[in-house]
Structures are given as structure tokens and as C-alpha cells.
């Protein structure tokens, strides 16, 4: 499984961005996708996940209200829609892709939101 974001910017607070992850290869074993971030000097954080079907999401308490996760699962691809963008969801942002055997990352997209 191969994945790749983009989607990603700089935006001013209170704005919207929407990341893409495009997923290839064997993309009928994902069983669950996902957003994680990572903020300089702090630890990765799970943003959101969605099932392979999309019938189930989770959010972290921080994004709730205001970040969407879906998927179009006609183009293999999932989107994260944030919106009242806070100087504190600076970070990269990474998509995931879980399978049975083994949990794959993409590159990162950098999202900056300035005061």
C-alpha cells in the first residue's frame, strides 16, 4: 500500500484547509484509515480514523466540531476537512492505512495556521 497526502498550507486562523491521502496498491486489505499529526517537540496525536467502509469515524477531543474525516472509496482516497483552523493545529500531518499484517504511513503534508 503506498499513500500520499497533499492538501496541506499555510492558512491564517479561523480558516479551512481540506488534506487528501490517496491510497494505491493492495487497497482492499485496509481494514481502517487515519490522520495523525506531529507538532515540533511534541509526539505524534491521532486526529481522526475511519473505517474502510466508512460507516464508523473517531476524533481526537481536540479536532471534534471542527475537523471532518471521509473517504470516496471510487478514487481510494480519504479527505480531512478542517475548519476553524487554531495556531495550535500547526503540525504535519500524516495519513495511515491498517491492514492485518502491517500499518503503513505517508509522507507528511505540513499544515501552518498564523495568528
Known amino acids: 500500500v503506498q499513500l500520499v497526502e497533499s492538501g496541506g498550507g499555510l492558512v491564517q486562523a479561523g480558516g479551512s484547509l481540506r488534506l487528501s491521502c490517496a491510497a494505491s496498491?493492495?487497497?482492499?486489505?485496509?481494514?481502517?484509515m487515519g490522520w495523525y499529526r506531529q507538532a515540533p517537540g511534541k509526539q505524534r496525536e491521532l486526529v481522526a480514523t475511519i473505517t474502510s467502509g466508512g460507516g464508523s469515524t473517531n476524533y481526537a477531543d481536540s479536532v471534534k466540531g471542527r475537523f471532518t474525516i471521509s473517504k470516496d472509496n471510487a478514487k481510494n482516497t480519504m479527505y480531512l476537512q478542517m475548519n476553524s483552523l487554531k495556531p495550535e493545529d500547526t503540525a504535519v500531518y500524516y495519513c495511515?492505512?491498517?491492514?492485518?499484517?502491517?500499518?503503513?504511513w505517508g509522507q507528511g503534508t505540513q499544515v501552518t495556521v498564523s495568528s
Open positions: 495511515t492505512a491498517r491492514t492485518p499484517l502491517y500499518t503503513y
Open positions: 496498491g493492495s487497497t482492499f486489505t485496509i481494514s481502517r
